[in-house]
């Protein structure tokens, strides 16, 4: 399994990893641009500080360039934007020219928003933008998972029909089911997503998972759950093995 | 059609040589014509049980690498006409079996032969994959032991992904679970897996459960495999074993301690 999308029981990692990946969502503000004249946009920022001074702030922006089709100046467009105190972070909605100008000048793109709604007015501070759930492929596996198998659902929920052995693995990004006996190790959510659950007909596992929070089955309350059709889920931090009846 | 039988079990010592002899032996005695190949390169010890150790002078390597014809390696067994042992090279390693070299041997094996038992080596690196990849069926020899039966459920993965029926997307190895070294009284004792742990957690169907017994050290120091033994359990149960595996019905024998003459006259 990879490091980079769980934390490793203590013991298994002697040395401690210098840093983790984990995906997070955010909410950002969006940068409407609507003109490609840098002396435009210079009077407009002008004019919403004069209004709310202080009020950016070292926010981070998206700039979103489904309303202009004119070349950008992303480099030029960086500048006066910091100097404003925004910081930009990408662009999203660019045509194929303006992205690859983007790119070029440092700023990755994001992914498109479904129906896009434009608000009147340009930039809209704090405008809570949705967050997209990203993964939704599941991924169903019908035979038994073998010790030293491991079965991995990068893009949403897993489901095992059959039993998972000792020593076997099984990852999702969403969430993991099993019909059949868990004995090996289960780990859901392995991008953070902290609503993902852990469903078995019967718990026998070695370790489990949720958005990085492990647990193996040794203290006395977990061995009585054993061999039950439990689901394990995160409650506040706290990793929640519940009986499924 | 001949097939390909692979008796492995990823860990070592649970007695998959004893099982590739004695399930040789028994088809030959079937009158089936049958052939077994040692993968053990650099281990072998299937002539020494197949008590044909003197008369080994070409070997498998050889073969593969054109410096003998299979003629000159085949041993032909002393007792059993049907019956014949590719031994392994013992001066070499595992690397020696190519894909390629092993391949040939086995389809010209196949044009000559009912039955090719392939004795796979220990573990799960190239031996054991070389000598897998090309088998029709599977003798995962187990014991009733935690540690055997999880390197079992391993062995069944790679069967499963990477055996050449596998990958090739045709119809799966048929995986056959041989319990050996099965101890009823330590099973009922509670220090052995009982058979139904075993099945529960494989989930293979059972070919044939062999009773621990003094009988099988004896036939290998011996050199004869122990299902030529007529006065021994675990020979009744390779025979059982064969018998099913060619398709007769035979109930499950020595799952149950039965206690000794003297134990049961003096109540012990």
Redesign the interface.
Same mark, same amino acid.
């Given at each position: 399994m990879s490091a980079t999308t769980t934390t490793n029981p203590p013991e298994q990692s002697p040395q401690r990893a210098a840093f983790e990946l984990k995906g997070s969502l955010f909410t950002l503000t969006i940068f409407y641009l609507q003109s490609s004249d840098l002396a435009v946009i210079t009077q407009h920022l002008r004019d919403k500080i004069a209004q709310a001074p202080g009020f950016f702030c070292h926010a981070p922006v998206v700039i979103d360039l489904n309303d202009l089709h004119d070349p950008v100046d992303f480099t030029a467009l960086v500048a006066l934007l910091r100097q404003y105190q925004l910081i930009p972070v990408g662009i999203r909605h660019g045509s194929e020219a303006q992205s690859t100008a983007a790119l070029a000048a440092g700023l990755p793109l994001l992914p498109k928003q479904r129906a896009v709604k434009r608000p009147d007015t340009a930039p809209e501070p704090q405008a809570p933008e949705k967050p997209l759930r990203k993964y939704t492929r599941t991924r169903v596996y019908s035979k038994p998972v073998r010790s030293g198998q491991q079965l991995y659902a990068p893009d949403g929920d897993l489901i095992i029909i059959g039993t998972v052995s000792g020593g076997a693995e099984v990852l999702a990004a969403g969430h993991v089911h099993v019909y059949g006996s868990l004995r090996g190790r289960a780990l859901a959510g392995v991008h953070g997503d902290n609503h993902a659950r852990i469903f078995c007909s019967s718990l026998e596992a070695e370790l489990v998972s949720v958005a990085g929070n492990y647990r193996i089955l040794e203290k006395p309350s977990d061995i009585a759950k054993l061999h039950q059709p439990v689901q394990i889920y995160l409650e506040s931090e706290r990793l929640m093995i519940r009986p499924l009846t | 059609m001949a097939r390909v039988i692979v008796v492995t079990s990823g860990k070592g010592g649970v007695g998959k040589t004893t099982t590739s002899a004695s399930f040789a032996a028994g088809l030959a005695l079937r009158d089936f014509k049958t052939v077994v190949i040692d993968f053990d390169v650099g281990l072998r010890n299937l002539d020494l049980i197949m008590g044909c150790e003197r008369r080994v002078v070409y070997d498998f390597v050889n073969v593969i690498n054109g410096e003998a014809n299979l003629n000159q390696a085949l041993i032909k067994d002393k007792r059993l006409s049907n019956l014949y042992i590719l031994p392994a090279s013992q001066t070499r390693d595992k690397e020696a079996l190519t894909h390629e070299g092993v391949e040939i041997v086995i389809e010209e094996l196949k044009k000559r032969f009912d039955y090719i038992i392939c004795d796979s080596p220990a573990g799960?690196e190239h031996g054991a994959h070389i000598a897998m990849y090309f088998a029709d069926d599977a003798l995962v020899t187990t014991n009733p032991e935690v540690s055997s039966v999880?390197?079992s459920?391993?062995i069944? %993965?790679?069967i499963?992904?990477r055996s050449r029926r596998a990958i090739n997307n045709e119809e799966p190895v048929q995986e056959l679970l041989v319990l050996t070294r099965y101890d009823s009284e330590r099973v009922e004792r509670g220090d052995m897996l009982a058979l139904d742990d075993v099945l529960e957690?494989l %989930?293979i169907p059972l070919l044939g459960v062999i009773p621990e017994s003094q009988t099988v050290l004896l036939a290998s120091n011996e050199g004869v495999p122990v299902i030529l033994n007529e006065r021994s359990d675990a020979g009744h149960a390779y025979a059982d074993m064969v018998a099913r595996y060619l398709g007769e019905e035979r109930p499950h024998r020595f799952l149950t301690h039965r206690k000794n003459f003297l134990r049961r006259m003096f109540g012990g």
């Open positions: - | 799960i999880r390197d459920d391993r069944l %993965g790679l499963a992904s957690i %989930g």
